[in-house]
């Protein structure tokens, strides 16, 4: 292989993006599936969307469209899709869910498969729609958890994507659930779970707030019905924006809103007395009303932009080559830690000893100023290309502190 050829296949690895950042110098964030911090350009731009509300005049009706698509067509290229329109904007992961929820028919001997202990966003739309039309709404625990829902708190990802095979059958309407875990990272086979809902005729509704941006996804390979990703974490963006691109099952379903925007022509303002029941092509009918959010828009886009410089492949091998060697000295520790078939490199859980004391922990944790979270029954980890060593070693520090002769 030539050495261009290498290069191309082996993007340069990304140093550390910290100086993108305004996070405090003394404060090691490791918390990014809680939210992602706002880069300092999406923050500018965000203030200057603001500041253009002091003179509503100079706001033009293309300024209502074109900062929107220039958003559907940053998200388009980060997923590997080559039709934008298939990209709506939404407050949130709930809001497309329940729109999808909306035009899924759920009936008597009908199923719905999620997966436990998942987002809940992705979760009480399809708890309505059972409760509305019948049908069983399926929640496929992972392995060891005794059949109660009482699972292991880490090590979970071996035979879980097996589990959510076995539910699915002739009468799966949809299976709705993350790309990964979002309490922990853990990793399901998507690829497989695609496959089967392609056997029976069930839609596919993928939650990738907690992947997209961090690791690669290729949309026309893996042709899901649907994703949805929340903006806030993983593409840096502003709270209360979201993007969902859908596929054909879904493209041409009824909205929960009946915008004036998301109508043909609403570009002619002048004509917005001529009603139409048209509406714009693609997944546009699907924005949320006033869409046209003159902040947040411009500061998702410009975190985009960043995302897409670095690149999910890059972002991914960074975070993988931080943890490098973190992972064993937490093992000696008593920590349990996934496999790394099923473990995300940029979220991951620790699953304390049992005689640990997790306020001992936690109060180590404040002392070493270590921010993670805890859900479930874990402690996750969510590091970023703002982070570096001085992170994972203070993260490690207070961990042998809390556990270190207990």
Known sequence: MSAAATTAASPAPLPCQRHHFSLPDDFHYLNCAYMGPLPRVAERAGIEGLRAKRFPQAIAPEDFFAPVDGLRERFARLIGEADPTRIATVPSVSYAVSTIARNTRAGRGSNIVIVHEQFPGNVY??????AEQGGELRVVTPPGDGGEGRRRPVGRGEGWTDRILARIDSGTAAVAMGTVHW??????????VRARTREVGAALVLDGTQTVGAAPIDIAALDPDALIVAGYKWLLGPYSLSVAWFGDRYL?????EETWIARRGSENFAGLVDYVDEYQPGALRFDVGQRSNFALIPALSASLDLVLAWSPERVTAYCAALMNGAFTRLRDLGVRVEDS???????FGLGL???ADLDRLQAALARHRV???FRGASVRVSPNVYNSTDDV??????????????
Do not use: Y
């Open 252 to 256: 041409d379903g009824v909205p929960l």
């Open 393 to 406: 070693e203070a993260l490690v520090a207070a961990f042998e502190e809390a556990l270190k002769g207990r």
């Open 353 to 355: 000893p049992p005689d």
């Open 125 to 130: 739309p399809w708890r309505r729609l059972v």
């Open 371 to 373: 921010g993670v979270s």
């Open 183 to 192: 309490t922990d990272g853990t990793r399901f086979d998507i690829e497989a």
């Open 341 to 347: 078939r099923w473990r995300s490199p940029h979220l």
